[in-house]
Structure formats: C-alpha cells, structure tokens
C-alpha cells in the first residue's frame, strides 16, 4: 500500500492539511514515509484531476482539502480495495 | 542536503514553479534534510520534466537521438569487404554425402595451417602484420575470416571477410 494518490486522498478525508501534516499523518496511519517530491507530484496530479483544491491560507504552508469528486473516486479506490482484501483473507481462510 | 533540495526545485518546470514552488520550499524547510529526501525531490524533478515534454516533441527527439545513433555506429563501424566464390560440383554419382566429403575436404585443405601459409607467402598478404607478428598468428587470424559452407544443393560457398579492401581482393577465394 504506496499509491500516493490513494494515501492523500485518505488523509485529507478527515480534513484539511498542508504538505508536511498529511506526510506525517500518512507515517502514521499506513506506515509509509512520503518524500516531498513525490508528495508534491501526487498534489499536482490529484489537484489537476480536482480531487482536492487549495484553501486560502495566510501561511506559506498551503493546506489542502479534498473535494466532493476526490471523496467518490476514494470510496472506488477503497471499495475496490475491500474486495481485494476479503477475497484474499477468504481464500487464504480456505488454503 | 537542504542545498541539494532547494538546488532540485529549480529543476522542477517553470510552469509548475509559479504555482507550487513557494509552498514547496516551505515543506522543504520542514522535512528533516537527507539524501533520501533529496534524491526524491530530485527525482520528481525529472518525472515532471518528462511529462512536460509534448508528445510531438518526444517523437521528435526520439527520432533525433536513433538518426544521431545510426550516423555514430555507420561512422564508428569498420566496412567490411567481403569476397566469394561459388564452387559447383557436378559429376556422376554426386550425392549430399558427397557434398558434405567435398566441403570436410575443402576445409581441410584451405584452412590447414600450410595452406594458408602458403597463400600469405604467395600472394603477400598482411605485409605489414608479418614485421609485427609470427605468421602462425596471422594464419589464425586468417581462418577466424574464412567461411565454406553449402550453397544449394549440388555447390559450395568460398568466402572471405576483412575489413582492408585490398586484402579481400586478393584474398584466396578469387
């Protein structure tokens, strides 16, 4: 489980974040330490697909929040994800 | 390392510089600095280069670098000359079998260390690698470049490859 975009989608699902927040919230939840470049790839990509869009913010730390698109290809990605999982922990139930 | 990243960011495309690179610069200050960090900032750098490039322009310079690659290897390759001769073998009787006697022989005979130093000697081929090397050197050198195989059914094929045009005309084979 590395997929970026996967990752901070799920991260921004519980509200919004600036870069460093979501790579230490993302270490915390799945284990996995983003670096920054491919962090900011990752915002690029799912700010350019309007998953997720800026909000205003007087710091130089830009925070980010996921948007009504962003939260249902996140439920697919999950969903499908579920299912993976299940049918794998049921078949390695039946092995 | 923080240098190497803050270095790396100018790496990124202009494009994307005017919209991130501000805030960019402001998670760099907040990441604990190391190669790792900035070998991945790095790295992005060059995917997103990459992905800048329009595919015209990939198609483009993908076919700059193969005519830039052919011209290197056509300059760089020696030419190599090649002379042959066809021997037909005729006669009643003849068989595969005796293809395949007649092509054993051949070899054995052309490529045997006295014929070719007999055909060095007479034709004064290598003159320049006989002051330099033992002519049992250059017999074998001369072997490696001689091929006999069957051509067709009923002929045999004599060749011989060098790269010096002189050399190959006056090789054995015409």
């Known amino acids: ?95 | 390392m923080r240098w190497l990243m803050a270095l790396a960011v100018r790496l990124y495309p202009r494009a994307w510089r005017v919209r991130y690179e501000e805030e960019f610069r402001a998670l760099l200050e907040d990441v604990n600095p190391s190669w790792r960090a900035a070998l991945d900032v790095l790295g992005a750098a060059v995917v997103m280069r990459l992905k800048a490039i329009s595919l015209g322009r990939i198609v483009w310079l993908s076919g700059l670098v193969g005519l830039l690659g052919g011209f290197g290897t056509w300059v760089l390759s020696p030419n190599r000359f090649v002379s042959q001769a066809v021997i037909k073998i005729e006669g009643p009787g003849f068989s595969h079998r005796a293809l395949s006697d007649y092509l054993a022989a051949l070899a054995r005979g052309t490529v045997s260390r006295r014929s070719l130093y007999k055909i060095i000697l007479d034709r004064d081929l290598y003159a320049a690698e006989r002051r330099r090397e033992p002519l049992e050197d250059i017999a074998g050198q001369m072997r490696e470049h001689i091929t006999i195989k069957p051509y067709g059914t009923n002929s045999a094929l004599l060749q011989f490859e060098s790269t010096d045009q002189k050399l190959s005309k006056r090789s054995p084979t015409i």
């Not at chain 1, 870069?19 to 270490?27: N, R």
């Not at chain 1, 299912?83 to 794998?88: A, I, Q, Y």
Request: no cysteine; hydrophobic share 40%; aromatic share 6%.
């Open chain 1, 1 to 95: 489980m590395s997929d970026p975009t996967i990752l901070l989608l799920a991260s921004l699902a519980d509200g919004d974040k600036h870069g460093y927040a979501m790579m230490e919230d993302i270490e915390r939840f799945a284990g996995v330490r983003l670096g920054p470049g491919t962090l900011y790839g990752a915002i690029t990509r799912l700010e350019q697909q309007r998953w997720i869009r800026p909000v205003a913010s007087e710091d130089r730390r830009q925070p980010y929040r996921i948007t009504a698109e962003g939260r249902a290809h996140l439920t697919g990605l999950l969903e499908k994800l579920n299912t993976v999982v299940k049918t794998g922990l049921r078949r390695l139930k039946h092995a």
